[in-house]
């Protein structure tokens, strides 16, 4: 499955983004998708996760403001991001694996990364 995030730019502190995670060469829906973000100088650091069926789980530093949701029929996720915060500046990688129980690392497929610049 080959994965192109999409959806990041230079948002003022407070504002939202949507990302999007395009699919192509297999159906989403096989796969348990995940977005995950690299700070500079920093190790990447999983953000949400979404199972088949819908399930999520969410870094705990990040439950109240990001929706991970996906659209098989798109296929398509999608992270939504609100009220952003400097430290939301990163780059944003989605990544597939075929498990059927959540991972918070370890996913077998990526996507390349969007960059999200948070301004204060």
């Known amino acids: 499955v080959q994965l192109q995030a999409s959806g990041g730019g230079l948002v003022q502190a407070g504002g939202s983004l949507r990302l999007s995670c395009a699919a192509s060469g297999r159906t989403l829906s096989m796969y348990l998708m995940g977005w995950f973000r690299q700070a500079p100088g920093k190790e990447r650091e999983f953000v949400a996760t979404?199972?088949?069926?819908?399930?999520?789980r969410y870094e705990d530093s990040v439950e109240d403001r990001f929706t991970i949701s996906r659209d098989n029929a798109k296929n398509t996720i999608y992270l939504q991001i609100d009220n952003l915060k400097a430290e939301d500046t990163a780059v944003y990688y989605c990544?597939?694996?075929?498990?059927?129980?959540?991972?918070?690392?370890?996913?077998?497929?990526w996507g390349q990364g969007t960059q999200v610049t948070v301004s204060s």
């Open positions: 979404v199972t088949r069926s819908g399930g999520t």
């Open positions: 990544a597939a694996d075929p498990s059927r129980r959540i991972k918070t690392g370890g996913y077998s497929y």
